[in-house]
C-alpha cells in the first residue's frame, strides 16, 4: 500500500475516532439532540464506515434517552397546568415529529457489531400536535384579548406579539385578522407632520408636499405612521413640526480672473552651419541639426459663477396627548451653484492641462428661485431623515 494512501486512511480513521468521542461526550453530558444531529450526519453521509456501528449505537441511545425525557416532561406539564405549560407541551411534540423526521431517511441502519438493525421507536403524533396546538392557541388569544383589553400602546404592542405567534401556529383561528387589525392599531403611535413657512419666501408646494410625505423616507418602523392629513376616527400621540425660519437668496454673482500662460516650444529644426556657412557633418559624415525653439503665450480668462440658498429653521417633536414639547433640533442647508469655465486668446499650445478642461465649459443660466429651493429641499430630507433615525417617538 502506498504511503499517501495509508496516511489518508489514518486520518479518516482518526477524525471518526474524534466524532466518536465527542458524541460520547455529549450523550453523556445530556445533550442528546446535538447527539443526534451529529450521529445523524455522520451516518448521511457514510453509513459503511467502520465507526458506523459506534455512531448508529449512539444513536440509538440518544434517541431513546430524549424521548423518554420528552415523555416524562409532557406528563408533567399536562398535571402541573402553570402559565406557558401548553405552549411547552406543543412545541415538545413538535420536536419529537422532527426528531422522527431526520432520523426516518436513514432506515434501516444495520448495526454490525450487534448483528441488528437499529431499533427506534416511531410514534405518529399527529393527534396530540393537533391537540397541544389548540390548546397553545387558545392560551395566546385569551392573553391577547386580556393585554387588549388595557388599551395602551404598549400592551396592545405585546397583545400583537402573541397574535402574530397564534398566526403562526394556527393562521386559521377564528377572528384572527380582525384581532390582529385591532392590535395594530390600538400599538400605533399616530404622528402628525406639519410645515410652517414663517420665512416670508414662497415654498414650491411640490417640496412642501415631499417633506412631509415620510413614506418616501424608508423609515421602516412598524409601530409609526405619519400623517399629513388628519384621518377621521385617530387621536394622534404626537406631532412634528418642521418651521422654516429664514430663506435667503444671495444675488446671481459671476467673477473674472485672467492669467497669461507663456511657454517654450520647439518649432523645427536647422543645420549647424560653419564660419563659412556650409553644413557641419558629425564623425560618420552626417548633417549636424540642432531644434529650433520658440515663445508662445495666451491669455486665458477664467469665469465663475456662484449663487446660493440658506434655508434654517427647526423641527419640534410634540406629544399630543400631554401638550408639551419633547425635543427641538435645529435644521439647517445650504445649497450653491457654481459654475467654471474658460475662454482663451492667443496660442492653445500655451495652455495648462486644467485650462484645457475648463475651456470645454461654457455659461450655464443661473437656475430660477424655485429650483433653488427645491434641490436645497433634498438636502433637507436627508438632513430630516437622520433626525428621524437618531429620535424615536417612543
Known sequence: MRPTI????LTLLLVSCNSVKRNQKLLAS??????IALAVKKLAKDRDSRKSADHILLLEEAYKKVVSENTRRISFLAKDQSPGANREIYYTYIRLRDRQDRIRPLLPLYNTELGRNAKFKMTDYGDEIINARDAYAEDLY??????????TVIESRAAYDKLAELQRV???YPNLRDQL????????????VSLNNRSGQMIPHRLQRELLDFNTYGLDDFWTEYHADAENGIDYNFGIVMNFMDISISPERISEKEYVRRKKIKDGWEYVLDQNGNVKKDSLGNDIKVDVYKNISARVMYTTQTKSVLVGGDVLYKDLERNRL??????????????EFAKFRGDERALTEEDLKFIKNDFIPFPPYEQMI????????ARLKEILKNNSIR
Do not use: M
Not at 495509508?6 to 486512511?9: E, G, R, V
Open 170 to 172: 394556527n393562521s386559521n
Open 6 to 9: 495509508t496516511l489518508c486512511i
Open 326 to 339: 419633547l425635543n427641538r433640533h435645529p435644521l439647517a442647508s445650504e445649497f450653491v451653484f457654481e459654475n
Open 181 to 192: 387589525n385591532e392590535a395594530r392599531f390600538k400599538g400605533t403611535d399616530f404622528v402628525k
Open 374 to 381: 427645491f434641490d436645497a429641499g433634498e438636502d433637507i430630507k
Open 30 to 35: 445530556g445533550n442528546y439532540d446535538q447527539a
Open 142 to 151: 385569551a392573553e391577547a384579548l386580556t393585554l387588549l383589553g388595557y388599551n
